[in-house]
């Protein structure tokens, strides 16, 4: 697996806090 692969996993864990505080912020 490339470093690529092993980090995308994480991404999609992290994006659906980080949208939410971005919509709270607003």
Do not use: I, K
């Amino acid at each position: 697996p490339t470093p690529a692969n092993r980090w995308l996993p994480d991404v999609e864990e992290l994006v659906p806090p980080l949208a939410y505080a971005c919509g709270r912020d607003r």
